[in-house]
C-alpha cells in the first residue's frame, strides 16, 4: 500500500488532513472515501485496518479529520452533523479534481449517517456502505443525555466523550434534530450495504433494521456478529473492509482497460502519462514501472530489475535442470544479483579507458548435499544459461514501426 498525508480545504476555508492510500503495482479501479465515527479520527485502528484491507483489492482510499478533529482546523464546538457532511462533500470535490472522483463512500457510526447524506448529494457516488450506523443522527445525543438540558440552557457544556471533554453546543441539538434520515433514504436510488453488530452496545442493532427496512433496493445487510462498536478486533475491521470491497465490485463501474494482445513473445505497454507499464510474456501479465525518486510510481520493478530477475532465474532453473538429470540433492538454489555501471579499468578490449562498462554482480548460494567437484560443476553450469550467454553474445535489435 501507498500512502500520503494530504490536505485539502473545506467550504468554511480550513484545511483538513487526510490520508491517501493506494494500491500497490496497480492505479486504482476507483476511488473511495471514509467518514470516521463521532469525535474519532482518521487514524483509528478499525479505520486503517479496513483501509488497509480496500487498497489490498484495488481501491484508492481517502480518509480524515473532519473540522475540529485530529490534525484538522477549526473548533469542534462550532461543528455539526451538517458540517461533516459537508466535510465530506468538500473531500470528494479534492478527489475530483486532483485525482478521480469517488465512486464509493464508508461511513463508521455518526459517519455511516453523513455518508448517507453526503452519499445522496455526490453525482460519482455509486455505491454506499455503512458500518454501526444510527438510524437517525440525532441517536447520537444519547452520549451526552445527562447533559441535554443544560446544552439547552446555557447553550454549550463541556462533556466526557471517550475519555476526552468535548464542548457540545444547542446549535449541534439542533441540527442534528432536524437531518432528516427518512427522506434521504426514500430517495437514495444507490446500492447500500448495512454492516452492523449484534452486539453493538453504542449503537444498537435495530438502527441497522430501520435504515434497511427505508432503504430501497438493491440493498444489502452483513451481520459483524461478535464485534464491538469500534471494531476494536483487527479481525473484525479487515472482515469489514473486504466485505465492502468484494460487494462495491458488484455495483461500481469500473472501465476495462484493452486488452493486451500481441503475436509477438512479449507485448508492453505504455499510456499518455507516467512510467508505469504493462507486460505481455506469453500469457503472463506483469507491471515495470521507475523509482519515485525519478518520477515513476513504483508500481512495479525497473527495466533492469525484469534483466536481473531474467538471468537470475534463468540461472536458477538452468542449474535445477542439470542437478536433477544427474540426481544430485539440491534443496534450493537463492540467485543475488545487483546492476551497476563502472570504469573500463584493466579492460584490454575497451577503446576508451575511462568509458563506464555494465556490471553485474551475481552470487549464487546452493543448498544441498554436494562435495567440492560438484559443486564447481554447478558454477560452470550457471554461466552456461541461456540468458548469461545471451548477455555475452552480440545482439541485434531490429526495429521498425507498425501503421
Not at 549464487?364 to 560452470?380: C, N, P, S
Amino acid at each position: 500500500m501507498n500512502t500520503s498525508k494530504v490536505t485539502f480545504v473545506n467550504k468554511q476555508g480550513h484545511k483538513l488532513a487526510a490520508r491517501l492510500e493506494l494500491p500497490m503495482e496497480q492505479k486504482p479501479k476507483a476511488f473511495t472515501l471514509f467518514a470516521h465515527c463521532f469525535t474519532c479520527n482518521k487514524n483509528l485502528n478499525a479505520v486503517r485496518h479496513i483501509s488497509n484491507a480496500l487498497t489490498q483489492q484495488g481501491f484508492g482510499v481517502l480518509r480524515f479529520d473532519f473540522t475540529g478533529l485530529g490534525e484538522s482546523e477549526g473548533d469542534f464546538e462550532d461543528t455539526n452533523f451538517s458540517s461533516n457532511v459537508s466535510d465530506l462533500v468538500a473531500a470528494a470535490d479534492y478527489l475530483s479534481q486532483e485525482y478521480e472522483a469517488p465512486k464509493l463512500i464508508i461511513g463508521h457510526s455518526l459517519g455511516g449517517a453523513a455518508a448517507l447524506f453526503a452519499g445522496a448529494q455526490v453525482d460519482s457516488i455509486e455505491a454506499i456502505a455503512t458500518i454501526g450506523a444510527p438510524a437517525s443522527p440525532e441517536h447520537i445525543s444519547h452520549l451526552f443525555s445527562d447533559h441535554v438540558d443544560e446544552i439547552k440552557q446555557h447553550d454549550s457544556v463541556e462533556v466526557m466523550l471517550s475519555g476526552r471533554p468535548f464542548t457540545i453546543k444547542k446549535q449541534f441539538l439542533e441540527d442534528v434534530n432536524t437531518a432528516n434520515m427518512t427522506a434521504v433514504l426514500d430517495n437514495l436510488r444507490k446500492p447500500l450495504l448495512i454492516l452492523h453488530s449484534p452486539q453493538d452496545n453504542t449503537v444498537g442493532i435495530e438502527n441497522a433494521g430501520e435504515i434497511y427496512s427505508k432503504a430501497t433496493h438493491p440493498k444489502s445487510f452483513i451481520s459483524l456478529d461478535g464485534a464491538d462498536h469500534l471494531l476494536s478486533q483487527k479481525e473484525d475491521s479487515i472482515y469489514a473492509g473486504s466485505t465492502i470491497a468484494n460487494w462495491a465490485s458488484r455495483y461500481i463501474k469500473i472501465p476495462s482497460e484493452k486488452k493486451l494482445e500481441t503475436d509477438y513473445q512479449v507485448l508492453t505497454r505504455i499510456g499518455g502519462s507516467g512510467y508505469t507499464t504493462q507486460i505481455l510474456a506469453g500469457k503472463h501479465h506483469l507491471i515495470a514501472d521507475e523509482p519515485e525518486a525519478i518520477g515513476g510510481d513504483d508500481f512495479g520493478t525497473s527495466p533492469y530489475g525484469l534483466l536481473l530477475a531474467s538471468l537470475g532465474s534463468c540461472t536458477a532453473i538452468t542449474m535445477r535442470m542439470y542437478a536433477d538429470r544427474k540426481g544430485w540433492p539440491i534443496e534450493e538454489i537463492n540467485v543475488h544479483l545487483s546492476h551497476s555501471k563502472d570504469y573500463a579499468k584493466d579492460c584490454e578490449e575497451c577503446e576508451i579507458s575511462k568509458a563506464k562498462i555494465d556490471i553485474i554482480d551475481r552470487k549464487i548460494e546452493v543448498k544441498g548435499d554436494l562435495d567440492e567437484g560438484q559443486m564447481k560443476r554447478m558454477m560452470i553450469i550457471a554461466d552456461k544459461c541461456p540468458v548469461h550467454r545471451t548477455l555475452h553474445n552480440q545482439v541485434q535489435v531490429r526495429t521498425s514501426v507498425i501503421h
